[in-house]
């Protein structure tokens, strides 16, 4: 049994032609098929062409949240409703190909549990393929999982991954990572980037930013996620040597015999010393927190719903009927 997850943000013109073309593959293979809208906030008329499909076809079921809660969270609600035992994830705006469907399938088939699509040929500008480029270097090398496109929407995965892996903030872009961590099988597969034909990419260049926070969240929970002090102790560690380093250094000059004396040493007199005392303390700090707050975050939400359902539609028959 196959699920089709879809997060939908204002994509009211391309919903009814990815809805006829994800059709025709299932009734090509005929796949029992659950398709699962999920609609994240939209202020067009997604939710009502969402409604009219769901009217004629009894395998759809559609949530609509009450405000934009981002992509993760419709994908958490989405991957909660699907009944499926292997999971598919499609953008809504057509630039994902559903005659793919059935290769990933093939490619799960060799015995992967995620398999992430890798859009070779991008029909994107440049200011996006290259900061992308260079993300999913970053993202590989720091991880360790090898994909050459890991913000791909196009991925499939085994249902149970689900039931470890849980989303938050705007992790979803790193599935695959997180799954590799609990130890599934993860590969990719290149597809086919469609031109976008309706509206306008959802992401500016905060996006690049966002990323990176991500990633070293990313790398922190998988690494260190049950181990903090691996990583905390290690930075404590090189501030207590640098600064036995440092004291032993002022010591052999006589700093510190003539300042107990009641010299007047230069050292304690530069700014710059200070300065850079402050701003080492505040960056340990910061980091610190930081890092304790993703793992206290990513521990503690396991239960909870980071969105807010308004309606949802449910399916009329069963998977197949």
């Known amino acids: 049994m196959l699920s089709i997850v879809i997060p939908v943000y204002n994509e009211e013109e391309s919903l009814e032609e990815l809805h006829k073309q994800i059709d025709a593959v299932a009734q090509t ?4 098929l659950d398709i699962v809208f999920v ?11 969402v409604q009219a499909l769901a009217e004629k076809d009894p395998r759809v079921q559609a949530i ?18 699907a009944r499926g035992e292997t999971v ?3 953008d809504a705006d057509l630039q994902d190909d559903p005659a793919e469907i059935p290769a990933f399938l093939e490619k799960m088939d060799e015995g992967y549990d995620v398999v992430s699509g890798w859009k070779k040929r991008r029909h994107d500008p440049w200011h996006k ?12 090398r720091l991880t360790g999982v090898e994909l050459h496109d890991h913000n791909c929407g196009m991925k ?3 249902r149970e991954i689900f039931d470890e892996v849980t989303l938050y903030g705007e992790l979803h872009r790193f599935v695959p990572v997180l799954a590799a961590a609990r130890g599934f099988r993860v590969s990719e597969r290149v597809v086919q980037h469609r031109a976008r034909q309706f ?16 990633l070293l969240t990313v790398k922190f929970l998988t690494g260190f996620g049950q181990r903090p002090q691996h990583i905390l102790g290690t930075i404590g560690l090189i501030f207590f040597l640098l600064g036995g380093l440092v004291l032993t250094a002022l010591a052999g000059k006589w700093v510190v015999i003539k300042w107990f004396m009641g010299g007047d040493p230069e050292l304690h007199k530069s700014p710059a010393v200070i300065y850079s005392v402050g701003l080492l303390l505040m960056g340990g700090q910061f980091m610190t927190v930081g890092f304790l707050g993703e793992l206290v975050i990513a521990h503690t ?6 969105y807010s359902i308004a309606e949802t539609i449910e399916q009329k028959s069963g998977l197949g009927e």
């Open 29 to 32: 293979n005929q796949y029992d």
């Open 39 to 49: 609609d994240d906030g939209s202020k067009d008329r997604s939710w009502k062409v």
């Open 64 to 81: 609509r949240f009450r405000r934009n809660f981002g992509k993760a969270a419709a994908l958490n609600a989405g991957f909660a409703a």
């Open 88 to 90: 598919m994830t499609l």
């Open 129 to 140: 393929v290259g900061p992308s480029r260079v993300f999913n270097w970053m993202v590989s």
């Open 156 to 158: 499939c995965y085994r």
């Open 199 to 214: 509206g306008h990419s959802k992401y500016g260049v905060t996006r690049i930013v966002k990323g990176f926070l991500d």
């Open 301 to 306: 939400r396991k239960s909870e719903r980071n």
